[in-house]
């Protein structure tokens, strides 16, 4: 089944304890990209990545590190994290970078940082 | 002023009811006109996607776009529980500045239908 997979789905941590959550698409997408989803602010880009080694910052990318060593995964790296932080994040992934291909979503990762 | 601006609602309509949702955007390099649905706990899922204006139909439900009043709506016939779900608009844009190659999406509306 073609899917993007997140892990983990629920994840609570405490404030500086650095984080990994985990993203993975089996459809040989060339892009992929992080959002989180805050009350009345929406989905948000965090990072993204046209291609394997090529990443660049979206919207909201303070606080959060990504890497793209292989075309299937797209890790989000929380290296201090803090409680503004808080929030559901998910993976994206497209076929081709643009606006003309559809973005793919995984299930989300609700983070809660104390 | 937001780049696209979707009534939150949320929305509450008995079965069988038709539905209407609307956004309106200002960034006029926009081309791309998707819907995504989100159930609650899930990802969003593209449920339509529309190139620059027109109608686009596909089964219950069907899409309009006005470029030239930045208009963008869904409309549900015959509105089923299953329907029930938050509704984001999407427009993106391949050209022009800041917007290339970017999607950006509406705060989403949230829509009950009731049986």
């Known amino acids: 089944e073609a899917q993007v997979t997140q892990n983990p789905r629920y994840l609570i941590t405490v404030t500086g304890k650095k984080l990994t959550v985990t993203c993975s698409q089996n459809?040989?997408?060339?892009?992929m990209s992080w959002y989180r989803q805050d009350p009345g602010l929406g989905l948000r880009q965090i990072y993204y990545?046209?291609?394997?080694?090529?990443?660049d910052k979206g919207d909201v990318p303070e606080g959060y590190k990504v890497s793209r060593k292989e075309k299937r995964n797209f890790p989000l790296i929380l290296e201090s994290p803090s409680p503004n932080q808080t929030s559901l994040y998910f993976c994206?992934?497209?076929?081709?970078?643009?606006?003309?291909?559809?973005?793919?979503f995984g299930n989300g990762t609700r983070l809660t940082v104390t | 002023q937001k780049e696209v601006e979707q009534d939150p609602g949320p929305l509450s309509v008995p079965e069988g009811a038709i539905v209407s949702l609307n956004c309106t955007y200002s960034?006029?390099?926009?081309?791309?006109f998707m819907w995504y649905r989100q159930y609650s706990r899930k990802g969003p899922e593209l449920l339509m996607y529309?190139?620059?204006?027109g109608n686009k139909e596909d089964g219950r439900f069907t899409a309009q776009v006005d470029k030239s009043s930045k208009y963008i709506s869904l409309f549900i016939r015959d509105s089923q529980p299953s329907d029930s779900a938050t509704y984001l608009c999407?427009?993106?844009?391949?050209?022009?500045?800041?917007?290339?190659?970017?999607?950006?999406f509406g705060q989403g509306t949230i829509l009950t239908v009731h049986p």
């Open positions: 994206a992934s497209s076929l081709l970078a643009g606006a003309s291909s559809p973005l793919h």
């Open positions: 459809m040989n997408h060339e892009y």
């Open positions: 990545s046209m291609n394997v080694e090529v990443t």
């Open positions: 960034n006029s390099a926009f081309q791309y």
């Open positions: 529309t190139y620059s204006s």
């Open positions: 999407v427009p993106g844009a391949n050209a022009g500045g800041t917007s290339y190659g970017k999607l950006t």
